[in-house]
């Protein structure tokens, strides 16, 4: 029995146990000293970017294709064993391209992704108009990049079914508990430890006299509820254009998505002079402002929440973290994701599942 500590439960954390939990060889205690999926994963938009992304090899492309494919068993596994819904939208992402883009990059990636097993389309204006009446198109959108396979999955929920579903394999989850790593190695004696604490991560492996230098940047969302439905009900894809997402919300209680409810997001704010980051209210007037230029009948939904979150993102090194701690090889690390914690979840907990049992 091989007994493993896991330090933190956002989605990175709760992955981990999911995927260990299904090994009767493992032992797995999860700590967090707050409720499950709080933290980056509560701010996520949970934009799933990985064929669109211009990643086409090396570890980047690799982590991104390994979640993608398996969010696809995933989602239908988690519900069948938990009995919870999690909203799932498969029906892809279309990105705006502005004038100026170049588009044979576009070309040259949708013939990469092909030879890649992977689909990518071209559209026109004429067709983004035809399949997307909501949007408004000036002169300046020149095409558009749909990614069929792509996908947009509720954070929250997934991580709510994946304690759930890991707590059923015999995990332990330890909430409300504020305890550093080096104590809980000591004290309950584990054989490995997992450190993906996102941000908490850096104090936790100072405690352990190995600095993992990660840092916030913050990001601010938009729930927005429209009083009659926008777009068309048959395609309802997310919708991005210079780093501004339109997220359709799923109806809980239908397979199909609603056009009524959006998350808008997400800023991107760094600390200035490595100070504390207050949330920028210009910034998020201005994304806002985007978003509706883009769907002008968002001007006229109702603002329901307002919310931010601190992304880790490593310092000086590419995100994210999946390795050994240097000069403790107990201890691992899987953390400063920054922008794609929900993305390459699964892929990191595959990871450390290979790292633990090889």
Same mark, same amino acid.
């Given at each position: 029995?091989?007994?493993?500590?896991?330090?933190?439960?956002?989605i990175?954390?709760?992955?981990?146990?999911?995927e260990?939990s299904?090994? *009767?060889?493992?032992?797995? +205690?999860?700590?967090?000293?707050?409720?499950?999926?709080?933290?980056?994963?509560?701010?996520?938009l949970?934009?799933?970017?990985?064929v669109?992304?211009?990643?086409?090899?090396?570890r980047? /492309?690799?982590? #991104?294709?390994?979640?993608?494919q398996?969010?696809?068993? =995933?989602? $239908?596994?988690?519900?069948?064993?938990?009995?919870?819904?999690? $909203?799932?939208?498969?029906?892809?992402?279309?990105?705006?391209?502005?004038?100026?883009?170049?588009?044979?990059? /576009?070309?040259?990636l949708?013939?990469?992704?092909r030879?890649?097993?992977?689909?990518l389309?071209?559209w026109?204006?004429?067709?983004?108009?035809? #399949?997307?009446?909501? &949007? @408004?198109?000036?002169?300046?959108?020149?095409?558009?990049?749909? @990614?069929p396979?792509?996908?947009? !999955?509720?954070?929250t929920?997934?991580?709510?079914?994946?304690?759930?579903?890991?707590?059923?394999?015999?995990?332990?989850?330890e909430?409300?508990?504020?305890?550093?790593?080096?104590?809980i190695?000591?004290?309950?004696?584990?054989?490995?430890?997992?450190?993906a604490?996102?941000?908490?991560? %850096?104090?936790?492996?100072?405690? =352990?006299?190995?600095? !993992?230098?990660?840092?916030?940047v913050?990001g601010? %969302?938009?729930?927005?509820?429209?009083?009659?439905? &926008?777009?068309?009900p048959?395609f309802?894809?997310?919708i991005?254009?210079?780093?501004?997402?339109i997220?359709?919300?799923?109806?809980s =209680?239908?397979? @199909?998505?609603?056009?009524?409810e959006? /998350?808008?997001?997400?800023t !991107?704010?760094?600390?200035?002079?490595?100070?504390?980051i207050?949330?920028?209210?210009?910034?998020?007037?201005?994304?806002?402002?985007?978003?509706?230029?883009?769907? $002008?009948?968002?001007?006229?939904?109702?603002?329901? #929440?307002?919310?931010?979150? =601190?992304? *880790?993102?490593?310092?000086?090194?590419?995100?994210?973290?999946i390795? +050994?701690?240097?000069?403790?090889?107990?201890?691992?690390?899987?953390s400063?994701?920054?922008?794609?914690?929900?993305?390459?979840?699964?892929?990191t907990?595959?990871?450390?599942?290979?790292?633990?049992?090889?």
């Amino acid at each position: 029995m091989i007994r493993v500590a896991i330090i933190g439960c956002g989605i990175i954390g709760a992955s981990i146990a999911f995927e260990l939990s299904q090994f *009767p060889e493992l032992k797995v +205690t999860v700590f967090d000293k707050q409720p499950p999926g709080q933290g980056s994963t509560g701010a996520a938009l949970g934009v799933l970017m990985g064929v669109i992304s211009h990643k086409t090899k090396g570890r980047n /492309w690799q982590l #991104r294709e390994t979640s993608l494919q398996r969010y696809e068993t =995933l989602i $239908p596994e988690l519900e069948a064993v938990t009995g919870r819904k999690i $909203p799932f939208n498969k029906q892809g992402i279309l990105m705006l391209c502005s004038e100026g883009e170049d588009l044979t990059k /576009w070309e040259k990636l949708i013939a990469t992704r092909r030879s890649q097993g992977w689909q990518l389309e071209l559209w026109d204006v004429e067709r983004v108009r035809d #399949r997307c009446p909501h &949007l @408004s198109l000036n002169d300046k959108i020149i095409a558009a990049i749909y @990614s069929p396979q792509d996908r947009q !999955v509720d954070p929250t929920a997934l991580t709510l079914a994946l304690v759930d579903a890991a707590e059923r394999n015999g995990a332990i989850f330890e909430f409300g508990v504020p305890v550093e790593a080096a104590e809980i190695a000591a004290s309950l004696e584990f054989d490995r430890l997992i450190v993906a604490a996102g941000l908490g991560s %850096a104090a936790v492996t100072e405690s =352990l006299n190995q600095l !993992v230098d990660i840092r916030p940047v913050l990001g601010q %969302a938009l729930h927005l509820r429209s009083a009659k439905p &926008l777009g068309n009900p048959d395609f309802t894809p997310v919708i991005t254009c210079d780093d501004v997402h339109i997220v359709p919300l799923g109806d809980s =209680l239908r397979d @199909s998505f609603a056009s009524r409810e959006f /998350w808008v997001g997400a800023t !991107v704010e760094f600390s200035e002079n490595g100070g504390e980051i207050q949330a920028n209210a210009d910034m998020l007037g201005q994304m806002m402002a985007r978003a509706i230029a883009l769907c $002008p009948g968002l001007a006229e939904a109702e603002i329901i #929440r307002k919310w931010s979150g =601190l992304r *880790p993102r490593p310092e000086g090194r590419p995100a994210p973290i999946i390795e +050994t701690l240097s000069g403790n090889d107990r201890v691992l690390i899987a953390s400063g994701h920054y922008r794609n914690g929900v993305l390459l979840a699964p892929a990191t907990a595959r990871s450390i599942r290979e790292m633990i049992l090889q």
